[in-house]
Nanobody, 122 residues
Framework: QVQLVESGGGLVQPGGSLRLSCAAS????????MGWYRQALGKERELVAT???????KYADSVKGRFTISRDNAKNTVYLQMSSLKPEDTAVYYC????????????????WGQGTQVTVSS
């Protein structure tokens, strides 16, 4: 009943920039929070950044000062602006949302996107 679709991934050189987008659609009444996670080869999925409905943000130490998370509540979309990219940022990036579904379900739901590949290499 709810889908999250990421876009904007690709190949960039070290020091470059990339902007990821994630749009939520379906039976959504409201979204409490959205975030970005990433998973590199051979590693566990880790939190990158989160943003609440009130626009409070949190970042992993590894991306502070380089990444910026934002959202457009009207579009149910979250963005991740990535700058000064490093090879260590290479991973599949997943968006996540904590939301409340519309009637008749009317329940809290944590939803995940399918991921978008980000590769930082020269």
């Amino acid at each position: 009943q709810v889908q999250l679709v990421e876009s904007g991934g690709g190949l960039v050189q070290p020091g470059g920039s990339l902007r990821l987008s994630c749009a939520a659609s379906g039976s959504i009444f409201s979204i409490n929070a959205m975030g970005w996670y990433r998973q590199a080869l051979g590693k566990e999925r880790e939190l990158v950044a989160t943003i609440t409905s009130g626009s409070s943000t949190k970042y992993a130490d590894s991306v502070k000062g380089r990444f910026t998370i934002s959202r457009d509540n009207a579009k149910n979309t979250v963005y991740l602006q990535m700058s000064s990219l490093k090879p260590e940022d290479t991973a599949v990036y997943y968006c996540n949302a904590l939301l409340f579904t519309s009637a008749p379900s009317r329940r809290w739901l944590e939803s995940w996107g399918q991921g978008t590949q980000v590769t930082v290499s020269s």
